[in-house]
């Protein structure tokens, strides 16, 4: 039986589809439990983050992802603050596909201290998964990005929108009878 963390790296330069199809059939709890070992451990770690967020689009899969990422909470969040840029936009990604709003206040502080423009991106759509929460709609509507055409600034614009846009209340649209 192939073990998950070869196929992680045999399909390290694969599309996010192609690696979670490879993946999905090892990814019951104890395939995710040693993922997240070795993601902790600082072993291959892009690579298994990176596999984590294809995976947490099956509903099955980010169950027992959001299971684990319980059970290593102060880890796993503090990856959101690690010296690798890469890992940081990765683990935003993945908690706020698991659950924006268990983990807003650790990603509000971490866009807050974010100094990379290309991490920010994805930790404003993170946040805009907090459904509900009135403090993350406020620190977005109060997130200043500054002006300027470079891409990053760009892409940080487009996704304060889209998060502004998942949190703000739907609007009633009168029908006419």
Request: one cysteine or more.
């Amino acid at each position: 039986m192939q073990d998950i963390i070869e196929v992680i790296q045999k399909t390290v330069e694969d599309s996010p589809r192609a690696r979670k199809e490879a993946l999905l059939a090892l990814a019951d709890n104890a395939g995710i439990g040693r993922m997240f070992h070795h993601l902790l451990a600082g072993q291959e770690s892009r690579a298994i983050l990176r596999a984590l967020c294809d995976l947490s689009t099956d509903r099955a899969c980010r169950e027992r992802i959001a299971h684990y990422a319980k059970i290593h909470q102060e880890p796993c969040t503090a990856l959101l603050f690690c010296a690798d840029p890469k890992l940081r936009k990765n683990m935003a990604l993945l908690l706020g596909r698991l659950d924006a709003a268990l983990y807003a206040p650790v990603l509000l502080r971490a866009l807050e201290e974010e100094e990379t423009d290309f991490v920010k991106p994805s930790i404003l759509l993170a946040l805009g998964n907090a459904k509900g929460s009135p403090e993350v709609l406020l620190a977005l509507q109060n997130f200043e990005i500054p002006g300027g055409e470079d891409k990053n600034l760009r892409e940080q614009r487009i996704a304060k929108q889209k998060a502004l846009a998942s949190l703000s209340p739907k609007k009633q649209v009168a029908r006419p009878i």
